[in-house]
Nanobody, 126 residues
Framework: QVQPVESGGGLVQAGESLRLSCTVS????????LGWFRQAPGKEREFVAA????????NYKESVKGRFTISRDNAKNTVYLQMSSLKPEDTALYTC???????????????????WGQGTQVTVSS
């Protein structure tokens, strides 16, 4: 069993950058693919990005491609989400989640994730 804990959120202006971190407790970190989801007030939770256990496979929501980069450091049990050129519409609660699913084609589906963090707020002002 693993428990994700996010950090790094904050208030930034449009065009600025922010890096989120998610540290995952537990000794089986490499068994898991990690994903980032976000939810804005009044909106449904949406997939943002995911990275496979070995860091070689990544997947992104279309609207963040070229602006966000997901990576992981297995030695530190940590996954990162580097966000650049932030826009007001990126404002949301960002949550990290872990999954042991072997179906990479479902990696953007929140239902395959079994372990969730509490989230970190990102607010982008215009």
């Amino acid at each position: 069993q693993v428990q994700p804990v996010e950090s790094g959120g904050g208030l930034v202006q449009a065009g600025e950058s922010l890096r989120l971190s998610c540290t995952v407790s537990g000794r089986t970190f490499m068994d898991y693919a990690l994903g980032w989801f976000r939810q804005a007030p009044g909106k449904e939770r949406e997939f943002v990005a995911a990275v496979y256990w070995n860091g070689l496979l990544t997947n992104y929501k279309e609207s963040v491609k070229g602006r966000f980069t997901i990576s992981r450091d297995n030695a530190k049990n940590t996954v990162y989400l580097q966000m650049s050129s932030l826009k007001p519409e990126d404002t949301a609660l960002y949550t990290c989640a872990a999954t042991r699913t072997g179906n990479w084609w479902r990696i953007s589906t929140w239902g395959v994730y079994t372990n969730w963090g509490q989230g970190t707020q990102v607010t982008v002002s215009s």
